[in-house]
Protein backbone atom coordinates (compact mmCIF):
# COMPACT_ATOMS: atom_id res chain seq x y z
CA UNK A 1 0.00 0.00 0.00
CA UNK A 2 1.17 3.66 -0.85
CA UNK A 3 1.22 5.97 2.39
CA UNK A 4 1.76 9.79 2.56
CA UNK A 5 3.56 11.17 5.56
CA UNK A 6 2.41 14.26 6.75
CA UNK A 7 5.31 17.12 8.14
CA UNK A 8 5.06 15.97 12.35
CA UNK A 9 4.85 12.44 11.73
CA UNK A 10 7.53 12.19 9.89
CA UNK A 11 9.91 14.56 12.42
CA UNK A 12 8.45 12.20 15.49
CA UNK A 13 9.37 8.90 13.19
CA UNK A 14 13.29 10.69 12.75
CA UNK A 15 13.25 11.60 16.54
CA UNK A 16 12.01 8.70 18.33
CA UNK A 17 9.95 10.36 20.52
CA UNK A 18 7.10 7.86 20.58
CA UNK A 19 4.45 10.44 19.88
CA UNK A 20 3.42 8.38 16.80
CA UNK A 21 0.14 6.13 17.51
CA UNK A 22 0.79 2.58 17.09
CA UNK A 23 -1.41 2.44 13.96
CA UNK A 24 0.81 4.65 12.31
CA UNK A 25 3.81 3.11 13.78
CA UNK A 26 2.46 -0.64 12.12
CA UNK A 27 1.86 1.70 8.54
CA UNK A 28 5.13 2.98 8.36
CA UNK A 29 7.10 -0.24 9.47
CA UNK A 30 5.07 -2.82 7.56
CA UNK A 31 8.17 -3.91 4.47
CA UNK A 32 5.64 -4.12 1.64
CA UNK A 33 4.09 -0.33 2.55
CA UNK A 34 5.65 2.21 0.22
CA UNK A 35 5.74 5.13 2.33
CA UNK A 36 6.03 9.17 0.30
CA UNK A 37 7.26 12.29 1.67
CA UNK A 38 6.26 15.07 -0.23
CA UNK A 39 8.27 17.66 -1.60
CA UNK A 40 6.07 20.11 0.73
CA UNK A 41 7.44 18.12 4.02
CA UNK A 42 10.62 19.23 3.23
CA UNK A 43 10.00 22.45 2.23
CA UNK A 44 8.02 23.01 5.05
CA UNK A 45 10.62 22.08 7.73
CA UNK A 46 12.69 24.18 6.19
CA UNK A 47 10.28 26.88 6.07
CA UNK A 48 9.82 26.20 9.87
CA UNK A 49 13.29 25.50 10.86
CA UNK A 50 14.90 28.50 9.82
CA UNK A 51 11.91 30.96 11.71
CA UNK A 52 12.91 28.69 14.73
CA UNK A 53 9.53 27.26 15.05
CA UNK A 54 10.77 23.77 14.62
CA UNK A 55 13.97 22.08 15.70
CA UNK A 56 14.87 20.45 12.53
CA UNK A 57 17.97 22.20 11.44
CA UNK A 58 19.96 19.34 12.20
CA UNK A 59 17.76 16.79 10.12
CA UNK A 60 17.42 19.12 7.01
CA UNK A 61 21.44 19.00 5.84
CA UNK A 62 21.12 14.60 6.09
CA UNK A 63 16.95 14.35 5.37
CA UNK A 64 17.78 13.11 1.32
CA UNK A 65 19.93 10.67 2.58
CA UNK A 66 17.79 10.00 5.81
CA UNK A 67 15.23 9.58 3.47
CA UNK A 68 17.25 7.16 1.45
CA UNK A 69 18.33 4.78 4.51
CA UNK A 70 14.21 4.38 5.46
CA UNK A 71 13.41 3.35 1.97
CA UNK A 72 11.29 6.10 2.15
CA UNK A 73 10.07 7.98 -1.26
CA UNK A 74 9.99 11.26 -2.40
CA UNK A 75 7.34 12.83 -3.56
CA UNK A 76 7.61 15.45 -6.27
CA UNK A 77 5.02 18.38 -6.66
CA UNK A 78 3.66 18.17 -9.82
CA UNK A 79 1.63 21.50 -12.19
CA UNK A 80 -1.43 19.26 -11.53
CA UNK A 81 -0.90 18.51 -7.68
CA UNK A 82 -0.29 22.72 -7.35
CA UNK A 83 -3.68 23.14 -9.13
CA UNK A 84 -5.81 20.55 -7.70
CA UNK A 85 -4.24 22.10 -3.79
CA UNK A 86 -4.60 25.70 -4.94
CA UNK A 87 -8.66 24.25 -5.61
CA UNK A 88 -9.37 22.58 -3.09
CA UNK A 89 -11.97 24.12 -0.26
CA UNK A 90 -10.15 25.71 2.68
CA UNK A 91 -11.19 23.60 5.43
CA UNK A 92 -7.09 23.22 5.97
CA UNK A 93 -5.38 26.94 6.40
CA UNK A 94 -2.12 25.47 5.94
CA UNK A 95 -0.84 25.36 1.96
CA UNK A 96 1.30 22.46 3.23
CA UNK A 97 -1.56 19.98 4.04
CA UNK A 98 -3.36 20.94 1.35
CA UNK A 99 -0.68 20.04 -0.97
CA UNK A 100 -0.63 16.37 0.61
CA UNK A 101 -4.39 16.15 0.66
CA UNK A 102 -4.36 16.59 -3.61
CA UNK A 103 -0.88 14.29 -3.63
CA UNK A 104 -3.07 11.90 -1.91
CA UNK A 105 -5.78 12.17 -4.40
CA UNK A 106 -3.36 11.47 -6.98
CA UNK A 107 -1.98 8.46 -5.48
CA UNK A 108 -5.40 7.72 -4.38
CA UNK A 109 -3.52 6.13 -1.11
CA UNK A 110 -3.63 7.56 2.62
CA UNK A 111 -2.14 10.14 4.09
CA UNK A 112 -0.26 9.11 7.66
CA UNK A 113 -1.57 11.94 10.20
CA UNK A 114 -2.45 12.87 13.73
CA UNK A 115 -4.55 16.07 11.73
CA UNK A 116 -8.12 15.01 11.80
CA UNK A 117 -8.91 18.42 9.61
CA UNK A 118 -7.71 16.23 6.78
CA UNK A 119 -11.13 14.10 6.88
CA UNK A 120 -12.85 16.73 5.71
CA UNK A 121 -10.76 16.49 2.36
CA UNK A 122 -12.02 12.92 2.10
CA UNK A 123 -9.13 10.96 2.00
CA UNK A 124 -8.56 8.34 4.27
CA UNK A 125 -5.94 9.22 7.09
CA UNK A 126 -3.96 6.64 9.31
CA UNK A 127 -4.01 7.84 12.80
Known amino acids: MKLLVDT ?7 SRIGQLSPNSRVAL ?12 V ?3 L ?3 ANLGKLEAHKLMPDLPQLLFEEGFRRLPISVD ?3 RAGSL ?4 K ?5 MLVA ?14 ILDRYGVVRIW
Open 8 to 14: HVLLWWF
Open 29 to 40: ETPDNQVYVSAA
Open 42 to 44: AWE
Open 46 to 48: AIK
Open 81 to 83: HAI
Open 89 to 92: PQHH
Open 94 to 98: DPFDR
Open 103 to 116: QAQFLGCPIVSADA
